[in-house]
């Protein structure tokens, strides 16, 4: 991987007139956000003599809380509107993409968008020397470790920032929107120049600090060229539909089997749709200090806490979709605390690496856990407050055999 000046010139694999551009966002939280980034798009296209459109993809409605969905915006040189919106949009998902937009940096671990079965990757659509676009504070070689390899080089831009949570019902504006616009016009002045983003934003929002936040975006965005290979070989079974003379007669809907036993993975569950890839933090367990008091595996939404032979309660993060609800109600300090996902590579049992040695669990989830804590504003009830822990919980001997 090498950082670059100026993105890859992009091959149009079938030459057509056309560039293609995708925002991966989280259900309902990012809803808004993703339809203006699409929709200013579209206008500064226009306003520079081109033909654009943009749409949602239609299965991702009704949404749900933090589950991957994509909104998608065309553009064309030379096409009516007719022609590209014939060409473009009569289907209900796209195959390929000139730039794959990335709202939420955790998401480069895969999606499994509500309307479809399987993880899949997040670089799936980038076509040869296209861009994958995420909004990260981490390095390249961070988000390349997750990616499934291409046999081909593309670029990777990455716009400094967090996954914004501007969007939902009200749209709380943190400039996300004008500063994807900023990446966008540095990655490809084809689909629009930084000259006509930044005059459409002056007109439309009148507000010379989104100005300012496009423009730092189009001097802050990093772009590095992934080469061929880089990556890594994907490990979750990717969705293939049948065909029309696949299909059995009538509709059958499978249900998910029901069953018990102790220890992780005990519970029955949908092989078919695990949710994992909706979430941005991850619960992590101190099993050394928990009381068994149940409240984590009772109060838990999506029942992803498997009961264990000793007591304690298993984690299952293939279906944890990060809600945090267990962190809220577990009564003891520092037992289940909210952690970014990236930090983990597998979704493996941690009640088991707990058992095979307790103090090396400890220690790694610690390390993970860092010092800060944030506290959202639903809890708070006072907007987010940062505090710090100055000196970790210490090792609980007795529960570690
Ligand atoms: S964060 Fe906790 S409560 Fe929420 S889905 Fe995951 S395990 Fe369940
Ligand atoms: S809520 Fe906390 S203390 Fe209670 S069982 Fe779950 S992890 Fe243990």
């Known amino acids: 991987m090498t950082t670059v000046e100026a993105p890859l010139k992009n091959v149009d694999v079938d030459e057509e007139p056309i560039k293609r551009f995708e925002v991966n966002y989280r259900g309902i939280f990012q809803k808004t956000l993703a339809y203006r980034i699409t929709k200013d798009l579209v206008y500064i296209a226009h306003s520079d003599g081109k033909t654009a459109f943009s749409n949602g993809r239609y299965s991702d409605d009704p949404q749900r809380n933090g589950v991957p969905c994509a909104n998608f915006a065309f553009f064309s040189d030379g096409l009516s509107e007719e022609e590209l919106e014939a060409i473009a949009s009569a289907k209900m998902d796209i195959d390929r993409a000139d730039i794959v937009a990335v709202l939420d940096d ?122 061929a290979n880089d990556g890594i070989v994907w490990p979750h079974r990717k969705p293939v539909l049948p065909a029309w003379n696949e299909f059995d007669e009538g509709i059958v809907v499978k ?60 984690v299952n993060y293939e279906y944890c979709t990060g ?12 037992c289940i605390v909210m952690v970014d996902e990236l930090n983990f590579k597998n979704d493996d049992s941690p009640w088991e690496s707990f058992k095979k040695d307790p103090q090396s669990y400890t220690k790694m989830i610690e390390e993970k856990k860092g010092k800060g804590r944030m506290m959202p504003s639903h809890v708070t009830g006072k907007g987010e407050s940062m505090s710090e822990v100055s000196k970790p919980v210490p090792f609980k001997v007795e529960r570690g055999n």
């Open 255 to 314: 249900a998910a089997p029901r069953e018990f036993k102790m220890g992780p993975r005990g519970l029955g569950r949908n092989l078919d749709y695990k949710r994992g890839t909706s979430k941005t933090q991850r619960p992590v367990v101190r099993f050394d200090i928990c009381t068994k008091c149940t409240l984590c595996w009772y109060e838990c939404p999506d029942e992803c806490f498997d009961p264990t032979p000793d007591g304690l309660y298993d």
């Open 106 to 227: 955790t998401m480069v671990k895969g999606l499994e968008p509500w309307g479809h079965y399987g993880i899949r990757p997040i670089n799936e659509k980038v076509v040869p020397g296209g861009t994958l676009l995420v909004i990260s504070r981490r390095p390249p070689e961070d988000l390349v470790q997750f990616l499934e390899k291409k046999p081909f080089t593309y670029n990777l831009a990455i716009l400094p920032g967090e996954a914004s949570f501007a969007g939902l019902w009200y749209y709380r504006d943190d400039n996300t929107d004008v500063r994807v616009l900023g990446a966008v016009a540095r990655i490809s002045p084809e689909i629009i120049s930084l000259d006509k983003a930044i005059a459409y934003v002056r007109k439309t929002y009148k507000n010379d600090e989104k100005v300012k936040a496009l423009e730092d975006a189009y001097n802050s965005t990093k772009l590095s060229v992934v080469s």
């Open 323 to 334: 809600c945090g609800r267990c962190a809220e109600v577990c009564p003891v300090n520092e």
